[in-house]
């Protein structure tokens, strides 16, 4: 049996870098007051690719022209929502990491998933290392009815993991939580840097040695980024974020790293008592209980990767009382909404320095866009004139410094959202309105395209 070191080494949470002694400032990443101590007890043989994998027949360098450029195999997940956001499906071999907030629903996502794989007679096994049997086997039974494909295992020692995996011989293998496994090789407790990197990538091996699929469930900082160092998110294939409050119904999963599709892409979820619902129609859904005759609330249309999405922005703009004007925004970059209120100051004259300003995405959703840079704007003129904006009319443009409403991309598509929810006007950019004049759509909606601000504004 090999002999156990123990030795004492310092880890950089953001990249994972090693050091022998402690550094203010990480020389890999350049991050300050990254470094952690901790005790680490390693093998001499760590490091080493199990024997099963070793005896794989070891791939040879081909020629570029040999490389077929056929589409890869995906399985569907019966859930719209997740394989839009995973590009159309789950690729074999891939290895997908999923971080949200504790009681967000993680894990009741991914059982829903094994629910639809064992239903297509697909050998699938959940590994747990923080519910019982019985805990799953509770949450499951409001899930549904499951089949014998589904294996539960609750273990967090890895190399009995692996062992079951190369028994079970599953083709998807769910990980629940990565912070809760650890190596024997790896003397620091579960969950620090160095048995998060080191579990990590022993699953990565296990995912493209034995071409199955491996989910791996993390939790988040609060900063909002999946603890651990931040390599881990460098070494896996797919990066997706589970968001919203966990008080509300509505959750957002989104992707952030996808290198089997796009990351622009959203899928939209609400939590129900039997597990989680796929939103069909977002914009809808988020404009319920949208107030009639309010000032300072308008519908913008955004889009998220492929999929149009109608929003309400609402302001609330207000004397202050103290000398010094409060600025809040929510859902949107505040030193965007700063700017946007400059530059009604500067080419509109609104004297904005001795109010209050408040910026809130209705529905929790969170938006960097530009596109929504001129429904900004409106809203808070809106607010400062105290007059409505038509609860029948949708606006989308991107606003530059010097006033002018500039054209932002998926412009049709945007205006054909917006008649599909019965919105009768749509302002629009000028240059937008040129190019859909001999379009279809311009015959079922009236279309205004403003060049300026001061044109948007004066149709309050």
Known sequence: ?????????????????????????????????????????????????????????????????????????????????????????????????????????????????????????????????????????LRAERIGTFTDELSLYCETNLDNIETAIQKEKPEVVIIDSIQTMYSEQVGAAPGSVSQVRETTARLLQLSKGLNITIFIVGHVTKEGTVAGPRVLEHMVDTVLYFEGDRYASYRVLRGVKNRFGSTNEIGVFEMCQDGLKEVKNPSEFMLSGRPEDASGSVVVCSTQGTRPILLEIQALVSHTNFGYPKRQATGTDFNRVNLLMAVLEKRLGMQLGDCDAYVNLAGGMKVQEPAIDLGIVMAIASSFKNRSIAKEMTVFGEVGLSGEVRAVGQAEQRVQEAVKLGFKTVVLPQSNLEALKDSKIAETVKLIGVSSVRDAIDLI
Not at 61 to 72: R, V, Y
Not at 76 to 104: A, C, F, N, Q, Y
Request: a neutral charge.
């Open 1 to 137: 049996m090999a002999k156990m070191k123990q030795t004492t080494v310092y880890f950089c949470q953001e990249c994972g870098h090693e050091s022998g002694k402690w550094l203010g400032q990480c020389p890999a990443c350049k991050s300050w007051n990254t470094f952690v101590e901790e005790t680490v007890k390693v093998q001499g043989n760590s490091g080493k690719i199990s024997s099963s994998l070793t005896d794989r027949q070891v791939a040879k360098p081909a020629k570029l022209s040999d490389i077929s450029t056929e589409q890869e195999e995906r399985i569907g997940t019966h859930m719209e929502e997740l394989d839009r956001v995973l590009g159309g499906g789950i690729v074999k071999g891939s290895l997908i990491l999923v971080g949200g907030d504790p009681g967000i629903g993680k894990s009741t996502l991914l059982l829903q998933v094994c629910k639809a794989l064992s239903d297509d007679a697909r050998a699938v096994l959940y590994v747990s290392g923080e519910e019982s049997l019985k805990q799953i086997k």
